[in-house]
């Protein structure tokens, strides 16, 4: 038989379980977009050169 003490202690036990549950803390994380700024030099630009006159030898049919 459930008494008013055993009552009043199931009650105690769920108020407290709701009480931990929504005190429970939220982690959000934010990452902003970022941009990056890249810039050629004149090192990348010859070995392009350089790798686009060897496909051309390798195939002069190419363009």
């Not at 055993?6 to 970022?34: N, S």
Request: aromatic content about 4%.
């Amino acid at each position: 038989m459930i008494t008013k003490r055993h009552l009043g202690l199931i009650l105690a036990g769920g108020l407290a379980t709701a009480g931990l549950t929504a005190c429970t803390p939220t982690i959000r994380l934010q990452v902003d977009p970022i941009q990056i700024y890249a810039k050629l030099d004149a090192d990348v630009r010859i070995r392009l050169d350089k790798e686009l006159q060897d496909l051309l030898v390798e195939n002069p049919n190419l363009f």
